[in-house]
C-alpha cells in the first residue's frame, strides 16, 4: 500500500531564503507525482506534475525533482517571499491504481 | 475563470440531516472525483466518476452516495450526517482517467455536523 509522508510537518524561513520541501514514498511503482499549493480556507492549487520518466519539472521559482528509485520527490523554492506562505502538498499516482495518494503537508510560513 | 465549482462553501447540519454537495466544472473534463480532508489524515478518495454515466468508490464511500448528473456536473450527497463526516470537502475533475492527467480542485465546501 502506498503511503506518502511529507516532513518537516512546518517550517519558518524568513524572506528570501532558498527552501527545500521534502516528499517520500513508499512504492517506487508510480505513473507521476503532483505538488500542489494550499492556501488557508482554500482549494489546492497544481504547482507541478512530475511524469515517471521526467526527473524534474521548473515553474519560475519553483523546481520539482523526482527519484523514484528512492522513493523521494523535492520542491526547491527559490527566493521565498511571504506571498508564499501557505501548505504545499505532494500526491502520488501509483501503477495499478485509480487514484492520487495525498501527504498531509508541509506548512511554510516566510516572514517578511 | 475556467475551473471547479463547488457550493455551498460552508454548512452546518444536524446529526441525522441530509444534504447534497454540488460540483461543476467547465473544462470539458471526463472524470470527477470527491475527496475529504481532514486534519492530519491528508485528503481521502470518497467516489469518483471515470467518465459521464459511471461511478465508483474510492477509500471511504460509507455514509455517501454520489450523482454524475452530465459531464458538468457531479454531487455528493450525506443521506444521514453524523458528526463523524464533519470535514472539508473538495472536488475535482481531470481531462481523462488516465493517470498522466493532473487534477484541478474547487475550494472546497467546510461542512460541520453536530
Known amino acids: 500500500k502506498q503511503e506518502v509522508t511529507q516532513i518537516p510537518a512546518a517550517l519558518s524561513v524568513p524572506e528570501g531564503e532558498n527552501l527545500v520541501l521534502n516528499c517520500s514514498f513508499t512504492?517506487?511503482?508510480?505513473?507521476?507525482l503532483q505538488w500542489f499549493r494550499q492556501d488557508p480556507g482554500k482549494g489546492l492549487t497544481s504547482l507541478l506534475l512530475?511524469?515517471?520518466?521526467?526527473r524534474e519539472q521548473t515553474s519560475g521559482r519553483l523546481n520539482a525533482s523526482l527519484d523514484k528509485s528512492s522513493g523521494r520527490s523535492t520542491l526547491y523554492i527559490a527566493a521565498s517571499q511571504p506571498g508564499d506562505s501557505a501548505t504545499y502538498l505532494c500526491a502520488v499516482y501509483t501503477s495499478g491504481t485509480y487514484k492520487y495518494i495525498f501527504g498531509t503537508g508541509t506548512r511554510l510560513k516566510v516572514l517578511a | 475563470n475556467a475551473g471547479v465549482t463547488q457550493t455551498p462553501k460552508f454548512q452546518v447540519l444536524k446529526t441525522g440531516q441530509s444534504m447534497t454537495l454540488q460540483c461543476a466544472q467547465d473544462?470539458?473534463?471526463?472524470?470527477m472525483y470527491w475527496y475529504r480532508q481532514d486534519p492530519g489524515m491528508g485528503l481521502r478518495l470518497i467516489y469518483y466518476s471515470a467518465s459521464e454515466g459511471t461511478t465508483d468508490k474510492g477509500e471511504v464511500p460509507n455514509g455517501y452516495n454520489v450523482s454524475r448528473l452530465n459531464k458538468r456536473e457531479f454531487s455528493l450527497r450525506l443521506e444521514s450526517a453524523a458528526p463523524s463526516q464533519t470535514s472539508v470537502y473538495f472536488c475535482?475533475?481531470?481531462?481523462?482517467?488516465?493517470?498522466?492527467?493532473?487534477?484541478?480542485f474547487g475550494s472546497g465546501t467546510r461542512l460541520t455536523v453536530v
Open positions: 512530475i511524469q515517471s520518466s521526467q
Open positions: 473544462m470539458n473534463h471526463n472524470s
Open positions: 512504492d517506487s511503482a508510480i505513473y507521476n
Open positions: 475535482a475533475s481531470s481531462e481523462g482517467f488516465e493517470p498522466y492527467y493532473g487534477y484541478t
